[in-house]
């Protein structure tokens, strides 16, 4: 059993051939960067900041499974933590994905590998929901308290409260939904921009969730927990300072964010943080042109090994 059940201690990554940002996506991802752009410059850059990512993990002790996506039909591949979670107790969870061109990211390869090399139990697949325009785009959608047993979700058109209560009576976890938007009243798309749990802190923006009461109830929440509670601005999260995931490696706890979050943080900030985890910054620009940063990049491997 792990030692910290909130950080992995493997990851899935997608390293692919032929990135760019998502056409689909950009209509309620107010993160993705609409400028025109190089497409060539930005694939290449796109494998090679994959690839040394992929590297520093290993470097620092975290079991990368590295998968290739060589196809052009599947722009956000390089975000697998959407469309599968997985569970401590040997259960996998699939999802369903809002854009149509998301939905083909789902591949039996990375399930079939998850299998043969840790005890999966059950798989639970909600991608069927589609068919009924009803979305949740896995760790995306919800931020997970493993040690606690809450599922964070921020409402958007990839996170229905509908299959949210159905994924946590079936996962034995707290539903906690609220409403966040940015300054523009632009809902916020997906949890996981917002909001970091590791063990023992969380960073999140809590001045984006719009109801006081909630708000304060989350933080309560975190305190009662014993997690250091650490404030984002607006402007934080917009450099993805949410968008970060505590692992572990080396026999301690890392906490895997991007170079633009890590230049975002204050001093004081990082202090804090490198109290409790060694801080990893990794250089994802290319990537984070589609809206997306370090946590999306990585689905963490709750599972035992088999």
């Keep these: 059993m792990s030692l910290f059940p909130q950080a992995p201690s493997a990851v899935v990554m997608i390293r692919p051939h032929h990135f760019v940002p998502n056409e689909q996506t950009r209509g309620d991802n107010s993160f993705q960067t609409a400028s025109l752009i190089d497409e060539q410059h930005i694939k290449q850059q796109a494998f090679e900041q994959v690839t040394a990512m992929a590297d520093e993990l290993q470097q620092n002790g975290v079991t990368v ?4 996506d060589k196809g052009t039909k599947t722009p956000d591949s390089v975000f697998p933590n959407n469309w599968f979670s997985t569970h401590l107790g040997g259960q996998i969870a699939i999802y369903p994905m809002y854009a149509p061109n998301r939905r083909q990211e ?21 991608s069927g929901l589609e068919y009924d325009d009803i979305f949740l785009e896995g760790t995306g959608a919800m931020v997970l ?9 921020a409402r958007s058109n990839r996170t229905d409260s509908h299959v949210l209560e159905r994924f946590c009576t079936h996962f034995n976890i707290e539903p906690m939904v609220f409403d ?8 916020v798309y997906h949890t996981n921009v917002l909001m970091c749990i590791g063990s023992d802190f969380v960073m ?29 601005t607006e402007q934080q999260i917009g450099s993805f300072c949410g968008n970060a995931i505590e692992l572990q490696g080396n026999g ?7 170079q ?47």
């Design 65 to 68: 499974h590295l998968f290739e």
């Design 106 to 126: 789902r591949r039996s390869d990375i399930i079939d590998m998850l299998k043969a090399q840790y005890r999966v139990q059950d798989i639970i697949d909600y």
């Design 145 to 153: 308290d493993h040690v606690e047993r809450i599922a964070y979700a």
């Design 180 to 187: 966040a938007c940015d300054s523009n009243g632009t809902a």
């Design 204 to 232: 999140a923006g809590f001045e984006m969730m719009t109801d006081e009461f909630r708000r304060q109830q989350i933080v309560r929440r975190f305190e009662n927990a014993g997690k250091l509670v650490i404030q984002l």
């Design 252 to 258: 301690q706890r890392l906490l895997a964010l991007s």
């Design 260 to 306: 633009t979050a890590f230049n975002a943080l204050t001093q004081e900030q990082k202090t804090l943080l490198s109290q409790r985890v060694k801080l990893l910054p990794l250089d994802v620009s290319a990537l984070e042109l589609a809206g997306g940063s370090v946590r999306c990049m990585l689905a963490g491997v709750h599972l035992s090994r088999r």
